[in-house]
T-cell receptor, first 113, second 114 residues
């Protein structure tokens, strides 16, 4: 079993829809949670970073963390064609003295006009 | 503020050759991590350097190595290239010294091994 599970999709939605992307994890040591967006043939771009349970909002994006269920989500409101990309969840343990991210497989999202 | 830069952006090599990739982190960032991205395995951690020292290493063979210079720039080297080494190699930098901090990625170097 992988430490981080993420449905690879693809997910196709109409413009303006609310998109929900999810990851589950098995390692309770994970304390930091990130969402990255990656366009084709580009490097991942950090969208959201959180280290506590609950919600964090930034514009049209909301990240949600439920540590008790080991489940994280990213919601995209009013989705746009420019949101079409692969979304990767990533996690890291608390402290440890080093930076090492464990990634989900990524979900491919297509927003069509 | 300039982002993470990686050179070269594209490389084509043949089996058995070796390759060196370069990464310049965001100014002020002292932690540099390397990841390999392939369609089959996704993004996998290779190693991390901080203050010129390797702090952590992923599950890759010894053919993969790296180093960091005093200005925080980093290089990774792959020797005796295999077809399976074809991938996007990504570098990420972080300001955080204790781990778990935000990591910012460069555009990657796409390596093709023929």
């Amino acid at each position: 079993q992988k430490e981080v599970e993420q449905d690879p999709g693809p997910l196709s939605v109409p413009e303006g829809a609310i998109v929900s992307l999810n990851c589950t994890y098995s390692n309770s040591a994970f304390q930091y949670f990130m969402w990255y967006r990656q366009y084709s043939r580009k490097g991942p771009e950090l969208l959201m970073y959180t280290y506590s349970s609950g919600n964090k909002e930034d514009g049209r994006f909301t990240a949600q963390v439920d540590k008790s269920s080991k489940y994280i989500s990213l919601f995209i409101r009013d989705s746009q064609p420019s949101d079409s990309a692969t979304y990767l969840c990533a996690m890291a343990p608390r402290g440890g003295g080093y930076n090492k991210l464990i990634f989900g497989a990524g979900t491919r999202l297509a927003v069509h006009p | 503020k300039a982002g993470v830069t990686q050179t070269p952006r594209y490389l084509i090599k043949t089996r058995g050759q070796q390759v060196t990739l370069s990464c310049s982190p965001i100014s002020g960032h002292r932690s540099v991590s390397w990841y390999q991205q392939t369609p089959g395995q996704g993004l996998q951690f290779l190693f991390e350097y901080f203050s010129e020292t390797q702090r952590n290493k992923g599950n890759f063979p010894g053919r993969f190595s790296g180093r960091q210079f005093s200005n925080s720039r980093s290089e990774m080297n792959v020797s005796t290239l295999e077809l399976g080494d074809s991938a996007l190699y990504l570098c990420a930098s972080s300001l955080d010294v204790s781990g778990g901090g935000e990591q910012f990625f460069g555009p990657g170097t796409r390596l093709t091994v023929l």
